[in-house]
Each structure stands twice: as structure tokens, then as C-alpha cells.
């Protein structure tokens, strides 16, 4: 069975990681997968690769690989390429992440490949919470209705219905189908990073204030003595600013391939609440402090992270509240808690979104 999934990364590397590891599941289960992505490359995951856009921070101005704002004829051109890509694919299910509960950005090539799509199987995958958006929900809706079958939500109703950052949620009854969190298999066992204080910013151009912030409250914390480790995303700018504060037991480097690994060794994560990185400490069973990104009005970050704090999983330094002082306290009430037990939430939405693909084209 072919699928064809479209995805669309604009500033993080969220969206992309998220679908890969999505796409690995749907293979393992003798799916075949061709994953388009309009994103900019990233390392290490296999792409059908769109001329490559992205975007400003604040997520209205679409840029193409030279950081140039994109005209109609650079549209047309990828809208021609994506087309010819599905149609030489022929696919059993066409799979589109987020859109249309959002990327409307990308509706100039996302309503023609809807309009052409004679897949039998339409489905539209999105994560546990979305930015909201009132004013827009009604457009949505329609779109779904007309071109869409089914809808994936990779969480876990226990800690978030859809309904949490989706008012229209009851309009999609029978249609809505949630899968449990998408997370990757556990790293194999090993020893690296035992004893270290964690932080990162996943693969995202934002979280400068963040990691300064670490290396201020350091000293003032009782995990002072430990090594802790600064990893900056792919997309961070200016890391060698940031070594310059580095001091003995302070190590600053890029996101590394190990980072699971090190997440299940750790005392102690402080991150952002990216969805990946959030199912991924989770499933470390990793003691976290969280910092939600809130930057351009985005508020998605914030309610994940309060409501896993709710449920005694993670502690929350909100980014407006952010100062050494108030990480470091929020740092050492984590580091004197329990680690959280295994299966405090359903992490295995991978494998199920696979079965649920698999029974809906039987």
C-alpha cells in the first residue's frame, strides 16, 4: 500500500521529525512511504525534497533557500513540482500534516493537490495541541469536510482532547480518531551523559534567552558541581558567542545524535515544550524543567506544558518569568522529585497510527 505524506516545516524541525519517525513506523508495517517535505533539509532524514521554503519568525513572510521572500512564479513552480511527485506516486492514502488547521500559508499548493487527489484514502495528521485560531476554525472545518476522510491526533485525550486548543473538536465526531503520542523507539543502552544537567533547544532558530539563562543559574543551584551540557539546535545561530561563557564543567556544542540516550542518563532535562522533545523526555522518564516558547504570540508550548505540570510530570519556568533566579529554583524543586513512572501517558501513537491506516484501506 502506497502513502504519499506531505509535510512542511517553516522554522523548527518539529514537524519534520515528527513525520519521519511516523513514516519509519508506517514502513515497518509494510507501508509504502514516500515523504515529501518543503522544509530545508535536515540531516539524516530521508526525503522526496520540494524546493526548500521557510519562514520569519513570525511565521507571515515565506522565504526560499536564500532568504528571499517568494514571488507567484516561485509558488506555481513548487505547486508543479508537488503535483508531479503525487501523481507519479499514484498513492493508496494521500497523508497531509497540520493543514488544514494550519499551514494555510501553503494552501497555494496544498487546495490544488486536494482538488487533484483521487487517492481513496484522504488523512490529516496533526499533533496533540494546535496554535488557536477562533476566526479561522470555521474555515477549516469546511476544508476538512470537503477534502478529508480522517484525522489523526498523535496524544493522549487523557492529558489533552483536541477540543483543548480546537473549539470546532465536536464537528470532527466520528471522523477523529486519537493515536497516542508519537515519540521514537528508545535509544539502545549505554552510559553517556550519566550525572549531566541537560539543556536544549531541539533543532529551532529560537532559545537564545533560554540557554544564557542556564548558564546564569548554574551556581545557584545544587546541581552547580555536575556537567551540564549545552546542546543548541541546528538552526541556532551564534554558538560561539554563547562558548564564551563556558567555564570547567560547562560543555557547549550542537545537537547530537545521542541525545536520547543522554536524556535516559541525565539527572535533569531543562527544555523547551516542543512536542518532540517533551514525548522524548517523557520517555527518558527524565526529572524536566520546562520552558515554554511563547515568542510571536504562540501559546501551544504553554498549554502542554501546564498541563503535564498539572500531573506532577515537569516543572514550568514561563518564558515572560524567565530569570536565573527563577530557573534555578524551578531546577532544584525538580531534581528533589521522583522521576515520572512509565506509562503515565500512551506513547505508542507511531504503531497506532500505522493500524489505523491499515484497517481504514482494508
Known sequence: MRVFFYVQHLLGIGHLKRAATLARALRAAGFDVTLASGGAPVE??????????????????????????????????RRDALLKAFHHVSPD???????????????FELIPLLEQADSPLVVCSVRDLLQPNPAREEEALERFERYFDRLLVHGDPRVATFERSFGGAKRLAGKLHYTGYVVEQPAPPGSAGEGEV????????????????????????RLRDRTWRILAG???????????????GLIIERARNDFTL????????????GY??????????????????AGGGESEQTLRARLLAERGLVQVVEEDGLTSATLAAAIDRAAAGARPAPGTIDLDGARRSAELLREWLA
Not at 45 to 72: M, W
Not at 93 to 107: D, N, S, T, V, Y
Not at 262 to 273: E, H, K, T
Request: proline share 5%.
Open 93 to 107: 492514502a494521500l497523508l497531509i500534516e497540520l493543514f488544514p488547521f494550519g499551514r494555510r500559508q501553503m494552501r
Open 262 to 273: 543522554r536524556l535516559r542518563n541525565c539527572v535533569l532535562s531543562v527544555s523547551q515544550a
Open 276 to 293: 518532540n522533545t517533551v514525548l522524548e523526555t517523557l520517555q527518558a522518564g527524565a526529572r524536566a524543567v520546562l520552558v515554554p516558547f
Open 44 to 77: 539524516g532524514i530521508g526525503v522526496l525534497q520540494l524546493p526548500p521554503l521557510r519562514s520569519d519568525a513570525s511565521f507571515k513572510n515565506l522565504l526560499d533557500e536564500h532568504g528571499k521572500p517568494v514571488d507567484e512564479a516561485w509558488k506555481a513552480r
Open 198 to 221: 541537560l539543556v536544549s533547544v531541539g533543532g529551532g532558530a529560537v532559545g537564545r534567552k533560554l540557554l544564557e539563562t542556564a548558564i546564569e543559574a548554574r551556581p545557584l543551584t
Open 234 to 248: 541546528v538552526n541556532f545561530q551564534s554558538l560561539e558567542k554563547l562558548k564564551t561563557s563556558a567555564d570547567q
